[in-house]
Nanobody, 117 residues
Framework: QVQLVESGGGLVQVGGSLSLSCTASGSVFKPNAMGWYRQSPGTQRELVAVTFTGGVTNYGDSVKGRFTISRDSAESTVYLQMNNLQREDTAVYYC???????????WGQGTQVTVSS
């Protein structure tokens, strides 16, 4: 079992920046993937960014060039640096951990990001 605790989030103006972090504990085995998903009212949850064991990263089309995902050397904490935020980025952001051997996953509690003009 893996537990995820998110931090960050808040209110920012259009064009501003914000950073999120998520720390995993418990059975953090490799290979794995850690990433961020988001959901706004009336929409389905969508991929924001994900990073895999070995360093491969993938981004949703709407955030490419603006957001950067990274994690520490122990792969226990994942970060999301969000730059040039737009109103469309307003959502609840959820951290995800997926064990690629056991085929299970865990989710963080979610953190609200609100971008205002």
């Amino acid at each position: 079992q893996v537990q995820l605790v998110e931090s960050g989030g808040g209110l920012v103006q259009v064009g501003g920046s914000l950073s999120l972090s998520c720390t995993a504990s418990g059975s953090v085995f490799k290979p794995n993937a850690m990433g961020w998903y988001r959901q706004s009212p009336g929409t389905q949850r969508e991929l924001v960014a994900v990073t895999f064991t070995g360093g491969v990263t993938n981004y949703g089309d709407s955030v490419k060039g603006r957001f950067t995902i990274s994690r520490d050397s122990a792969e226990s904490t994942v970060y999301l640096q969000m730059n040039n935020l737009q109103r469309e980025d307003t959502a609840v952001y959820y951290c995800n951990f997926r064990d690629l051997r056991l085929h299970n996953d865990a989710w963080g509690q979610g953190t609200q990001v609100t971008v205002s003009s």
